[in-house]
């Protein structure tokens, strides 16, 4: 049945409603939910949606992945809603545009959102699908989130004033961009609470899961790509980035997907699995190549992250990896159990050991490279020579991972942010700063107090909502 889904640690084997997942995000075991089963679309429906608007796209894409738990009716407002104009600055409603490179190289562009990054995408819709099952059920929701950049501004934007959710936000003191933490300041307040942690991402990262873990805290809710509602919402793009990219329906496609903790790609992997023709996926790291290492060696070992010029991807444990654990150990939760306790306990698992090859990855039509600073800068600058476009950090990491990789198919490189948010590397590539949005002007004036300081301890951080709820 379309909308079920199960945990990757449940062992019975339990279904939960799509709509029930939304409000849990971490499963009771500690597992991620998937769908029982994926459901398909034809290249026939892909042929009707080729001239579709984004809105009309999305719907056809997630109602077979939300089933029959959110009314068709409502399902089109929220998407309508989430993706209009005044959201994400189109006036020709194609939301997630594709703009050519050179060749058959594009990026597409998914930060028009109203907070100049991907994220918005899904947690544009996933604050409206939360809202509507709490107003459903009379319920109310705490949610805990982390954020190493764009996944704090994103969500506050979506949630801010939603009167059923309370919304605290965990990210690291050191790392983030100038006008990531602004973005997030600014948005304090109401049901908005910000915390400062002094750590890493993955510190911010292991303090939701460990409250998640506890009796007092379990029913926390989650916005981070944790959440299958958020997979579930940025599947649709790949499907308007290849038709927007191929020439004849039924075509294959390859996409280059900055990754850091695996939600963007293992969407792409979803919309693979569902039918649609993508021969390769490539990962794109930076310094922190804990999943480059992965894909071509099999193993996946801890490496303390470092900060870089693209910190959203500062990760060194990636979340959603677990989903793609799960089908790759044939859905087995014994064995997926097994494999993230050894991880968690050593810092290190290896393919092999589960009579695994470490060849699975590209036969599933994974490829990975990383990048440096440098071959940042010289991306950003080759790229607006060649087409003047300006892409930032992150999708540069894209575009020069991606180019090793390119062959006569086209290639689709994901571009996550928008440059205002980080103009010192577009400046140091470029030698100018890109005039801002005049909705982005002026947006580092911050009031005092809008983060709650804390220390990476799991008792402080317990102390602080119970005194906010």
């Not at 600014?186 to 998640?212: A, H, M, P, W, Y």
């Not at 677990?322 to 939760?333: A, T």
């Not at 994901?414 to 205002?420: D, F, G, L, S, Y």
Request: net charge negative; proline share 4%.
């Amino acid at each position: 049945m379309e909308g079920m889904l199960t945990s990757t640690r449940d062992i019975e084997k339990k279904e939960i409603s799509y709509t029930d997942a939304l409000l849990q995000g971490l499963a009771p075991d500690g597992g991620l939910y998937v769908p029982s089963e994926y459901p398909q679309i034809s290249i026939e429906e892909l042929k009707h949606l080729k001239k579709s608007s984004y809105p009309e796209l999305a719907f056809e894409i997630k109602k077979k992945l939300v089933g029959d738990f959110i009314s068709e009716d409502k399902l089109k407002i929220m998407l309508e809603t989430a993706y209009s104009e005044p959201k994400f600055n189109t006036k020709n409603l194609n939301t997630v545009p594709v703009n050519k490179i050179e060749g058959n190289l594009f990026v597409q562009n998914l930060s028009l959102g109203p907070t100049a990054a991907f994220k918005d995408m899904a947690m544009q819709v996933l604050g409206q699908e939360m809202d509507h099952v709490l107003n459903q059920k009379d319920e109310k929701l705490t949610i805990l989130g982390a954020t190493s950049g764009d996944t704090g501004s994103s969500a506050e934007a979506a949630f801010k004033g939603l009167k059923n959710i309370k919304l605290f936000m965990l990210s690291p003191k050191i790392g983030m961009s100038d006008f990531q933490r602004a973005q997030m300041g600014n948005l304090t307040g109401e049901n908005i609470f910000n915390i400062s942690v002094e750590g890493r991402f993955d510190d911010c990262q292991d303090l939701v899961k460990g409250l998640k873990n506890t009796e007092e805290f379990k029913k926390l809710g989650a916005v981070n790509s944790i959440n299958w509602g958020r997979i579930s919402s940025q599947v649709p793009y790949y499907v308007s980035g290849y038709l927007q990219a191929v020439e004849n329906v039924g075509d294959a496609i390859d996409f280059a997907v900055p990754s850091g903790n695996f939600g963007n790609v293992l969407a792409g992997y979803i919309a693979k699995k569902m039918g649609l023709p993508i021969r390769r996926l490539i990962i794109a790291t930076n310094e922190n190549n804990v999943l480059d290492k992965l894909i071509k060696t099999g193993i996946y070992e801890l490496t303390p992250a470092e900060i870089t010029s693209s910190p959203s991807m500062d990760i060194s444990k990636a979340s959603n990896y677990e989903r793609l654990v799960f089908d790759i150990l044939q859905r087995d939760p014994e064995k997926v159990v097994k494999y993230m306790t050894k991880f968690n306990e050593e810092g290190k698992v290896d393919f092999t050991e589960f009579g695994i090859d470490k060849s699975i990855f590209s036969e599933m039509g994974f490829s990975s490279g990383s990048s440096t600073h440098q071959n940042r800068l010289d991306t950003i600058k080759e790229v607006y020579d060649k087409c003047g476009i300006i892409i930032e950090t992150h999708t540069a990491d894209g575009v020069f991972v991606g180019k090793q990789f390119k062959e006569e198919l086209p290639m689709v490189c994901m571009q996550t942010a928008m440059p205002v948010k980080f103009e010192n590397v577009i400046e140091e590539s470029l030698g100018f700063i890109p005039e801002r949005e005049e909705r982005f002007k002026g947006l580092e004036d911050i009031k005092e107090g809008s983060f709650h300081l804390i220390n990476n301890n799991e008792e402080e951080l317990k102390d602080y909502i119970r005194k906010t709820s």
